[in-house]
């Protein structure tokens, strides 16, 4: 639930920018559309608020929550995650996404949200309670049978790929492509891998089959690396012109309709998402070809922004 204050911030500095006047306008009839119970209605006004005046931190902030509440989690942990890296962060966003973190099991970083709020505010009611039930179920958390759960899963993830039964061919090119354990192969997509020279269908093939029977597959461990890296790409944009390109939507490109459903696809709504994504990955989705790549990374370069280079 939002404080009453639902902009209220930690303390620091930040500028916006953006069309404010019709931010504000389109943040006036979401709540309008709201009080009138078109959830749906609210939301699609929220994105075009949103996306009118991305530094309107009141239309991100109520964005996120109604996605929220709507169990749109994935999409409003993106947009807590951007309010709580600005500068000033939203107290709100910060407390939901550890309550999130919480949920997920992922108490250090709760805490980490929840400290942040603390430093500036050693008494924020909400910010303390959260935090002694966050101090509480690291404590619960220190379980044995979890922790031979977590040690028996890093153990396999931390497993040399030369220790499994593939062919001269594909460990050779795994090795090329730095792709050291199991953990590695499960952050890399089939297409990624076609996409080397010297990867074949029988390498595929060896590796999906080996994957199988342990109960993984290719591409596993993408969300979480996807969320990383589209972190270190905002991180690397701080504090230069391409700052504010990222937090643009996509829809401004005035892409096809074959590479627009491409991007849906992939679950890509800003160009920051965009920029965080590989050619392989855009070249994996079904039916987007070279002719949709070329116009990807045309508008992205007059945008100042490209596609993410594989670092092999």
Request: negative net charge; glycine residues 8%; charged residues 30%.
């Amino acid at each position: 639930m939002p404080d009453s204050n639902a902009m209220d911030l930690v303390i620091g500095t930040g500028a916006c920018s953006g069309d404010k006047a019709a931010g504000a306008t389109l943040l006036a009839d979401s709540k309008r559309l709201g009080e009138a119970g078109d959830r749906e209605g609210r939301v699609d006004m929220l994105r075009k608020a949103v996306n009118a005046d991305p530094g309107n931190e009141e239309a991100a902030f109520a964005l996120a929550y109604a996605l929220d509440q709507m169990g749109e989690e994935d999409e409003a942990f993106v947009l807590y995650e951007r309010a709580a890296d600005a500068k000033p962060a939203s107290i709100n966003a910060l407390l939901n996404l550890a309550v999130m973190f919480e949920d997920k099991g992922e108490y250090h970083r709760a805490e980490k949200c929840l400290r942040q709020i603390l430093d500036t505010d050693p008494n924020h009611p909400r910010a303390r309670l959260y935090m002694r039930d966050v101090l509480a179920s690291k404590e619960m958390y220190v379980d044995e049978e979890h922790d031979r759960d977590i040690a028996k899963r890093n153990a396999l993830l931390d497993t040399p790929v030369t220790d499994f039964e593939l062919s001269v061919r594909a460990r050779n090119c795994l090795k090329k492509m730095n792709i050291r354990t199991l953990g590695d192969l499960l952050r890399i997509t089939e297409a990624e891998l076609m996409g080397y020279k010297n990867f074949g269908e029988a390498s595929l093939k060896e590796i999906k089959d080996m994957l199988s029977q342990k109960g993984l597959r290719l591409g596993q461990g993408l969300d979480d690396a996807h969320r990383r890296i589209r972190k270190r790409v905002y991180d690397a944009a701080k504090g230069t012109p391409n700052e504010k390109a990222l937090a643009r939507p996509v829809s401004e490109l005035g892409l096809s309709v074959r590479a627009r459903k491409a991007l849906q696809l992939l679950g890509i709504q800003t160009l920051g998402d965009l920029a965080s994504r590989t050619e392989a990955e855009l070249m994996g989705v079904k039916n987007f070809g070279a002719t949709s790549l070329e116009e990807v990374k045309e508008r992205l370069v007059q945008h100042g922004l490209g596609l993410r280079k594989l670092e092999f």
